[in-house]
């Protein structure tokens, strides 16, 4: 199993609103494509050294070939429209790895 993981290190004060769009809007957009077969979404609850709190979704592929399918046809749609609606006020660190 590929798993697709996306930290987002938000400002302070829009957790809510994160939260909200995050599982009504863009986690199902990404679901949509076909291209994961579940996902896991996350508060880190331990401080790192920002102000803010920092998300992780964690995407789980069937194989290299959706992951890919997914970079290719739909993750920048989808990574421009989350940067339509929250500008600067996010930093996302995305990270690939496979279950072992």
Sequence with gaps: MIIYNVSIQLEAGLEEVWESWMKETHIPEV???GCFMEHKFCKILT???????TYVVQYHAKCMDDYAEYVRVHGPGLQQKTKEKFGDKYLAFRSLMEAV
């Design 31 to 33: 679901m949509e494509t």
């Design 47 to 53: 401080e790192n050294g920002h102000e803010g709190t």
